[in-house]
């Protein structure tokens, strides 16, 4: 049983497009992930959501269109697109959209807020579609589909990272579970729980993780909540996951220093005799997990 992982942001802290971004991409983050059976989860909503929006309502041909939308945390690259996806302006839609219950200001309030009339035209109750807001600590079973477990990353104010698995109810036990974690924003040199986290990571197909500094980058900014390149890949050997998707570029980051890192963190792993697969997180990059 396979599904797919899909990139619409990349993109750490703020939009970045131009002509040095165009192969990586420029948005904030948003990744969609499909069941086998065709469910939806979107994973942020940053600035991509945007574009995925655009796509859903094209694929939707005129059908309802239904998701679950996990948010990470609550910095602005992580939700600020939801106001212009536009499939939240269209009646019979429906989405739900998960955060954490151990936010200081609740998820619905964040997710309110950023579209009050100081800063927005539109307000939340304004929106056709309907739209649940939920909370989660740890676990839960999504529609039958999928088992999502969350896990607390290390980050100002605090964030999830989400591990996905489907659920398959007709499997006979001897397949390997494919898994999906997302862990878009962490910073692993101070990380209170690594072997937990660690655990929580263990055997997944595809790890995307928080990779924004070089080591040089990361002594000016301890404390900002962001892993380096290396921190990502000792993580994903540790884990002893198949793939590592390098997430959350810089916004300076220019395409070819993301070859140049990706191609750094493969002699890495090559030097550890490692089997670990690396790939930098590309917009329309898609996956089959
Ligand atoms: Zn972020
Ligand atoms: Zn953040």
């Not at 500094?213 to 290396?230: D, I, K």
Request: proline fraction near 5%; charge should be negative.
């Amino acid at each position: 049983m396979t599904f797919t992982v899909r990139f619409w942001g990349t993109r750490g802290s703020i939009p970045s497009p131009g002509a040095q971004t165009v192969r990586y991409g420029g948005n904030t983050p948003c990744v969609e992930v499909r069941s086998a059976e065709g469910l939806l989860v979107v994973l942020d909503a940053g600035t991509g959501i945007r574009e995925l929006g655009r796509s859903l309502i094209d694929r939707a041909n005129g059908k309802p269109i239904r998701g679950d939308i996990f948010l990470t945390h609550a910095h602005w690259d992580h939700i600020q697109g939801l106001p212009f996806f536009a499939p939240v302006f269209q009646e019979g839609n429906h989405f739900t959209i998960w955060g954490s219950k151990a936010m200081e200001t609740s998820i619905g309030r964040v997710v309110r807020d950023q579209m009050s009339p100081v800063v927005f035209p539109v307000t939340f109750d304004q929106l056709a579609a309907t739209i649940d807001v939920k909370e989660l600590s740890d676990r839960l079973s999504l529609h039958q589909a999928f088992d999502v477990r969350a896990f607390p990353v290390q980050h100002p104010g605090g964030a999830l990272g989400y591990r996905f698995a489907p659920l398959t109810p007709s499997s006979n036990g001897n397949e390997p579970q494919r898994a999906l974690v997302y862990i878009s924003d962490n910073e692993l040199s101070q990380t209170e729980h690594y072997e937990s986290l660690v655990a929580f990571c263990k055997g997944a197909s595809v790890l995307v993780h928080d990779s924004m500094f070089t080591v040089e980058e990361y002594r000016q900014h301890v404390g900002w909540g962001h892993s380096t390149y290396e921190d990502a890949v000792e993580l994903a050997l540790k884990a002893e996951v198949e793939r590592l998707v390098l997430f959350h570029h810089k916004p300076e980051r220019t395409d070819d220093e993301v070859d140049r890192r990706t191609d750094e963190c493969r002699a890495l792993v090559a030097r550890r005799g490692g089997r670990l697969e690396i790939l930098a997180a590309a917009e329309g990059l898609t996956l089959n997990v």
